[in-house]
C-alpha cells in the first residue's frame, strides 16, 4: 500500500473525529459569534498539528477568514475552503450510520476543509518533499456569494501557480469539477399606493400583483438547452387583507453557462419595465460568479490528478461540469489553472440527508495529498 494511504488508513478514526469536531459547531453564514466559534475550532486543530496558527482576517459582519501557509518555494499553490454554512443553529443533527456521517455542512464543506488539513499533516509527518508554499485559505461567506473573501481569494489566487478546491465531488461519480456555471443574485422592490381593499380599492396600486407578473416572466426564462436556470427564491410583501399592499419584493437566483448569457439577463433585471402606471421598481444586486470553464489549465490539471490518482490505485479520474457555482469560479475566471472537487464524497448538499462516506476517507485525502505534491 502507498505510504499515504497507509498514513491515512492508520489515522482514518482521528481524521473522522476532527470533521466531527467542526461539524459539531454550527456556523451558518449569517451569525457571526457561530462562526467565530468554528473558527476557533480550526485554530485549535492547526495548532496542535503543525505548532502555530493561521492568520485571521477579521471582518464585522462574517466569520473571521484564515490563511494558514505551510511550507517554502518561490511558487504557490492555494487551496480553499469555507467553514460556513446554509444550515441555522440546530438545523440538523450529527449522526452516524451505515458508513455514513450526517451533519449540517459536513459534506459541503467541513470534510474537505479536515481532509486538507490531514494532506497537509501527512506531508510533514512523512518528511514528503514539498517545493511549493501551500496557502490554505478558509473562508467563511462563501454559500452567501463570499462578498467579503472575493478580494482575499482573487489576490492570493493572482500569485498561484495552481487552485485546488475542496468542494465536493460531483455525487453519484465521484468526479472532479471542471467547469461550473455562472451565477447572479437580484432582488427586486417594487413601490404600490397602499388603499383600504373596500372603500378606495380604486385609489391603490398593488405591489404584489405587479410582482407576480415580473415573477411569471422570469420564471418562464428557464432555458434547459441553454443551461440557464432563473429560480424566484424568496418573496414578501403585504399585510392586512383589508389594505392594498403598497409593497412586495423577491429574490432572484440566476444561473448559465456563458458570460453572454449572463451578461443577457444582467441587462435585463436591470431593466425591468412595470406593468402597472404608478408603480417604482428598483433592482440590487448583480452578476456574483462568473461561468468557469474548462480551458487548457484544467486539462493540465486533471492530468496531474490522474497522475496522482494512478500512484495510489484509485483508477480513471472523471471530471464533470456542474449547476452550482464556487469560488473555482473566481480563480479560473482569472486564467489561474484551477480544479474543483477535491473534497469529501457524499449526497445531499444543502438538503436534509447531507452525509459524507466514511470508507472514502482515506482514499480521497491520500487522493489530495498526491495531488498536492505532483504540482
Not at 283 to 301: A, F, H, Q, W
Amino acid at each position: 500500500m502507498d505510504e499515504i494511504t497507509l498514513f491515512m488508513e492508520n489515522n482514518k478514526e482521528a481524521i473522522i473525529k476532527d470533521i466531527k469536531y467542526l461539524v459539531a459547531s454550527d456556523s451558518p453564514s449569517d451569525n457571526k459569534t457561530l462562526a467565530d466559534a468554528c473558527k476557533e475550532r480550526i485554530q485549535k486543530l492547526l495548532k496542535t498539528y503543525f505548532g502555530y496558527a493561521a492568520e485571521e482576517i477579521e471582518q464585522e459582519e462574517y466569520g473571521d477568514h484564515l490563511k494558514f501557509v505551510y511550507g517554502e518555494g518561490d511558487e504557490t499553490i492555494l487551496i480553499l475552503s469555507h467553514y460556513d454554512t446554509v444550515w441555522d443553529e440546530g438545523n440538523l443533527d450529527l449522526v452516524e450510520a451505515d458508513n455514513k456521517i450526517y451533519g449540517p455542512g459536513i459534506l459541503d464543506m467541513k470534510g474537505g476543509l479536515v481532509q486538507t488539513i490531514w494532506a497537509l499533516k501527512a506531508i510533514k509527518d512523512l518528511y514528503l518533499p514539498l517545493n511549493k508554499s501551500i496557502v490554505f485559505l478558509c473562508t467563511s461567506d462563501e454559500e452567501v456569494g463570499s462578498p467579503t473573501s472575493e478580494a482575499l481569494i482573487t489576490k492570493e489566487a493572482s500569485n498561484s501557480t495552481a487552485v485546488l478546491v475542496t468542494e465536493p465531488p460531483e455525487a453519484k461519480t465521484k468526479a472532479l469539477k471542471s467547469g461550473r456555471k455562472g451565477s447572479s443574485r437580484y432582488y427586486v422592490d417594487i413601490h404600490g399606493r397602499a388603499a383600504h381593499s373596500g372603500n378606495n380599492h380604486e385609489d391603490g396600486i398593488n405591489a404584489i400583483r405587479e410582482a407576480a407578473q415580473h415573477i411569471v416572466d422570469l420564471e418562464s426564462m428557464t432555458d434547459y438547452d441553454k443551461g440557464t436556470t432563473i429560480n424566484v427564491g424568496s418573496i414578501e410583501g403585504g399585510g392586512k387583507l383589508n389594505v392594498i399592499p403598497d409593497h412586495a419584493r423577491f429574490g432572484v437566483n440566476v444561473r448559465v453557462e456563458t458570460e453572454e448569457e449572463q451578461s443577457r439577463i444582467d441587462d435585463y433585471m436591470k431593466h425591468l419595465f412595470s406593468y402597472t402606471e404608478g408603480i417604482e421598481i428598483e433592482v440590487s444586486g448583480g452578476v456574483n460568479r462568473p461561468p468557469m470553464v474548462k480551458d487548457e489549465n484544467t486539462i493540465t490539471l486533471l492530468a496531474h490528478a490522474q497522475e496522482a490518482a494512478d500512484e495510489i490505485g484509485i483508477g480513471e479520474i472523471k471530471d464533470a461540469f456542474v449547476g452550482g457555482g464556487s469560488d473555482a469560479n473566481f480563480t479560473a475566471n482569472l486564467g489561474v489553472p484551477t480544479l474543483d472537487g477535491l473534497g469529501a464524497v457524499g449526497l445531499g448538499i444543502h438538503a436534509h440527508n447531507e452525509h459524507i462516506i466514511a470508507d472514502e476517507i482515506p482514499e480521497r485525502t491520500s487522493f489530495l495529498c498526491r495531488l498536492i505534491l505532483s504540482l
